[in-house]
């Protein structure tokens, strides 16, 4: 029971955490990719980092709570690399936007070709987050 409520407490915790860009964004490797979310358009409507860079449910919070806790650990050892990369599946995307309603947004660029919804939308160098 203990052991319960101690893996619990660190779930709520670390998800309180986490919800704070400001926290990202403390890292100095992390700090130029908090700066373009900012910039980009991204941080106006998704105000989080974890709110995209985690999966659906229960399972992506404890997913991506793992991940982060590596992520801390190699920072902390110094056996990170640089360029960081992540990755933002399209099915966490959708999460919080309908297909459809994403479908019909999107049918007003013709010769649109659906390749996931981060080749137009991202915060990477020079990008706008509206695509």
Not at 21 to 33: A, D, L, N, T, Y
Request: hydrophobic share 35%; net charge neutral.
């Amino acid at each position: 029971m203990l052991v319960t409520a101690v893996l619990f407490a660190a779930v709520v915790g670390g998800r309180a955490v986490e919800m704070q860009p400001e926290f990202c964004g403390s890292c100095h490797v992390e700090r130029e990719h908090y700066d373009r979310w900012l910039s980009s358009g991204a941080a106006e409507h998704h105000r989080s980092c974890i709110e995209c860079h985690t999966g659906p449910g229960l399972t992506g919070i404890v997913h991506g709570q793992v991940r982060g806790v590596r992520n801390v650990a190699a920072y902390v050892t110094g056996t990170y690399s640089v360029p960081l990369t992540a990755s933002v599946p399209e099915e966490w995307c959708l999460k919080c936007h309908a297909r459809a309603q994403v479908e019909a947004q999107h049918a007003r660029f013709p010769g649109f070709a659906p390749t996931g919804c981060g080749a137009c939308h991202n915060h990477k160098p020079g990008s706008s987050f509206t695509g």
